[in-house]
């Protein structure tokens, strides 16, 4: 059976880490994994598990006082025994079975003995953004809409109707949780279960809010301006903090998480912050060099083709690429010339041609030895 790793080595943090620095490693360690930001990666999923795990015994004094005595054996219930371990297999007449006692006590593995009424964190929203290639290059301002719970204006977030009162359980006193003596095997042990009449959450309504239900949210459609900075790609991811869902019992609120999907460009391709594209030229203008204008995002450059520049030649434009997300520094252009055979010639045209060939020593069809018979011939 594999060994469990220890919560702090998970978390990240000393032993003797105190309550706010337990909280901001699990949150910065929860947001790096959370399923939502690494869709269908099964790691990433049991790491956030085996955080959340963690984070659920050291947020907890009384659990990681357990946790910090015993070890793991502290927090789970077969840490304790069992009929393989020689422990409390053979059961005690009269008393409830001991994994089922631990499983209640507030200081022991399970989550069913916290409290609800706590401040609670909204979720997160993910929302999904089609721009052009240039607006990803340049950057650009978008309104988008987004439907996320926001707070009842009706009944600020009670969940009670205006005018009645939200009542405080008398059963547990407002804290959610109901406590029972019982005797056991180590003596008189008090288990704590959250209380059956408010549910956990402390308060009853007596009449709920018309407009949410007693919820103390409502489903809303929101209009969110955002700043695309210049050089997002396909597939970036911008954050929005405290624009997902809100929290409860005073919780933050959580974050909107925004992915770009950036179209195709018809001339150019995109690499990093480099661009890359074709240019057709003739054969004249490869033979004797030209000035030709090269389009870019913003527009042409004049670009001067030396003579006898070769089809698939790749020639560079500086900082004529995509802006950088992390810096000032711009990419470069580069583009491959492709030299175009004329078609459909003149019989001048082709008089033309003849004459340059002889000029030039070339030998045309029919006269001479073709490439492959001098290829032959080179290795005979």
Do not use: W
């Not at 927090?75 to 009269?94: L, Q, T």
């Not at 240019?279 to 670009?303: N, W």
Request: aromatic residues 8%.
């Amino acid at each position: 059976m594999a060994t469990k790793r220890d919560y702090y080595e998970i978390l990240g943090i000393s032993k003797g880490a105190n309550e706010d620095e337990i909280k901001k490693a699990f949150r910065t360690l929860a947001k790096q994994y959370h399923p939502d930001v690494n869709q269908g990666n099964k790691e990433s999923e049991a790491k956030f598990k085996e955080i959340n795990e963690a984070y659920e015994v050291l947020s907890d004094k009384g659990k990681k006082a357990k946790y910090d005595q015993f070890g793991h054996a502290g927090v789970d219930p077969n840490g304790f025994g069992g009929a393989g371990a020689g422990g409390f297999g053979g059961g005690f007449g009269g008393f409830e079975d001991i994994f089922d006692i631990f499983s209640n006590l507030g200081g022991f593995g399970s989550s069913s003995g916290r409290s609800k009424t706590g401040p609670r964190q909204g979720a997160d929203l993910k929302y999904e953004v089609e721009i052009d290639f240039k607006e990803a290059a340049f950057g650009v301002k978008k309104e988008i809409n987004i439907t996320r719970n926001e707070t009842c204006a009706e009944c600020k977030g009670s969940g009670a109707k205006t005018g009645s009162a939200v009542e405080t359980c008398k059963k547990c006193g407002g804290s959610g949780e109901v406590r029972y003596a019982q005797n056991t095997v180590f003596g008189r042990v008090v288990n704590v279960r959250p209380c059956d009449d408010c549910h956990g959450e402390g308060k009853i309504i007596k009449e709920p809010c018309p407009k949410c239900v007693g919820k103390g949210t409502v489903r809303k459609n929101k209009k969110i301006t955002i700043e695309i900075p210049a050089g997002v790609d396909n597939g970036s991811v911008m954050p929005l903090r405290g624009e997902g869902e809100p929290g409860e019992k005073g919780g933050p609120s959580g974050d909107l998480y925004i992915y770009f999907r950036v179209k195709p460009h018809s001339l150019f391709k995109r690499d990093g912050i480099n661009l890359f594209c074709e240019i057709p030229i003739s054969f004249v203008q490869a033979a004797m060099g030209a000035d030709i204008m090269v389009p870019t995002l913003e527009e042409q450059e004049k670009f001067e083709i030396p003579e006898g520049t070769q089809t698939g030649t790749t020639f560079k434009l500086k900082g004529q690429g995509i802006p950088s997300l992390r810096s000032k520094v711009r990419g470069d252009l580069y583009f491959t010339v492709k030299v175009e055979t004329p078609k459909k010639l003149s019989d001048k045209q082709k008089e033309a041609l003849k004459h340059f060939a002889d000029s030039m020593g070339e030998e045309i069809t029919g006269r001479g030895k073709s490439f492959f018979d001098k290829v032959k011939d080179a290795f005979k």
